[in-house]
């Protein structure tokens, strides 16, 4: 994995972090109108990452597991104990 690959893999880490805590946030506080903005923020930019980073290096999630010529793409990349 190079270093571009990492690096947006942490962004996608990082942001889905955040939204899943808005989340939890908002379960308690349905009612925090900046709380939801900046959750709909972070789930826009969560969806963003992940598309730049399936297009770029193939699937994160099993329903993205083909590419735009319907080849399998799992065995492409490295599994997640060879990084």
Known sequence: ???TQMA???QIMEIGFTAIELNLFLDTHP???AAFRDFQEASARYRKL???????YG???PDGQYDT?????????PWPWEI
């Open 1 to 3: 994995m190079n270093k």
């Open 8 to 10: 947006l893999l942490k």
């Open 31 to 33: 009612d925090n109108s």
């Open 59 to 61: 699937p994160l999630y």
């Open 50 to 56: 992940t598309e730049e980073y399936q297009r770029q």
């Open 69 to 77: 010529a319907g080849h399998w793409r799992w065995t492409e990349s």
